[in-house]
């Protein structure tokens, strides 16, 4: 069995909103959603701004005793998945619930809870550690908290690709309805890494951006990137068979027809030079998908904003696509939202989805300083009109993951 899979409803909240149209409508305006960071002390750490997720309630989306039990990455993932099933009209009966599975991944998961929990513990001693604390920590339960929450019955999954998380987690239940083995997935990632111990570790490594202007701060391509910034957030799409959505009479967003995931088998965090792994990320998913290179129209880079990762992400594309590379668009969208780490894929998927959907281009802001490492058409500062028929999105992870997923433009053929 290989059946087509399509993409029929988007849920998202992220820095720049707490839905799919406010989301896309400040990015394509060129806005940034990053600010001076709240959530930690910042007179602790060299790093000064993050995108942050402004005055979000779980009580919109969840009871408030249910809330409780979930870190704030399960939150965001409850809350994002709700919207992505009520957007596609999906009614999940017991009849069909077998069916529906969940695939939802996050990088790091709980940190809030690990945080406060280890405190409490230091503090108060051990035996006042919340009996929550494992269910609340583990990245597998924004998939299981969203499964309770819809009464989705089929496979409960959660990948853990680092930074690739979520672009595996919708190949991955790509392919599993593809295959048969369920209907429809409601797949993604989540993330809430703004806490002291992660933004620590990610400043001792020299990771973030220590530029304090949060407009400015994040700059995939530019000659005066320095580091990454860290955004939270989640990205949920609901990937369906196509029979079931015709059943149905399902509005469909797009089609999933590629994937692509390969290991660097290189180094821990940094990224190979040339971007061997990356590149047969993208030929891999190309090639599932029974496509050249000269069919895709729009790239949604990885794109971190960091020295080593955007001059080797543009040497893997130049790589994988030859010369008509410089005929594709790249842009990389964490120059609104910041670096999602997880939660990144499932939010840069919904933005290839709808480039596709809307034939628009979202643009890499804060692109001011050409870096002559870098020189493909990066769509600098505006966005841009363009139809798209086809677009790719990849998403690069410590551990050497690399993961790619290509939509289509449906046509009913």
Known sequence: MNRRVVVTGMGAVTPLGQDVATTWDRLIAGESG?????????????????????????????????????????????????????????????????????????????????????????????????????PMMIP???????????????????????????????????????????????????EAPIVNISFAGFSSAKALSTNPDPKTASRPFDADRDGFVMGEGAGILVLESLESAQERGAKIYAEVVGYGATSDAYHLTAVEPGGDGAVRSMNQALDDADMQPEDVNYINAHGTSTQLNDPNETEAVKTAF???????PVSSTKSSIGHLLGASGGVEAIFSIKSIADSILP????????????????????????????????????????????????QDE
């Open 34 to 134: 990053i600010d001076s960071v709240t959530r930690v002390n910042a007179d602790e750490f060299p790093a000064k701004v993050a995108g942050e997720i402004q005055d979000f309630d779980p009580k919109d989306y969840m009871d408030k005793k249910e809330a409780r039990k979930m870190d704030r990455f399960t939150q965001f993932a409850v809350a994002a998945a709700k919207m992505a099933v009520k957007d596609a009209d999906l009614d999940i009966t017991e009849e069909i619930a077998p069916r529906v599975g969940v695939w939802i991944g996050s990088g790091i998961g709980g940190m809030e809870t690990y945080e406060t929990q280890f405190r409490t513990g230091m503090e108060k001693g051990w035996r006042r550690v919340s009996p929550f604390f494992v």
């Open 140 to 190: 597998d339960m924004a998939s299981g908290q969203v499964s309770i929450q819809l009464g989705a019955k089929g496979i409960n999954s959660c990948t853990v690709t680092a930074c690739a998380t979520s672009t595996n987690s919708i190949g991955d239940a790509f392919k599993a309805i593809q295959r048969g083995d369920n209907d429809v997935i409601i797949s993604g990632g989540a």
């Open 322 to 328: 030859g010369e008509n590379a410089y005929n594709i």
């Open 363 to 410: 643009p890499t802001i804060n692109y001011d300083t050409p870096d002559e490492s870098c020189d493909l058409d990066y769509v600098p500062n505006e966005a841009r009109k363009q139809n798209v028929d086809v677009a790719l999105s990849n998403s690069l992870g410590f551990g050497g993951h690399n993961a790619t997923i290509i939509f289509k433009k449906y």
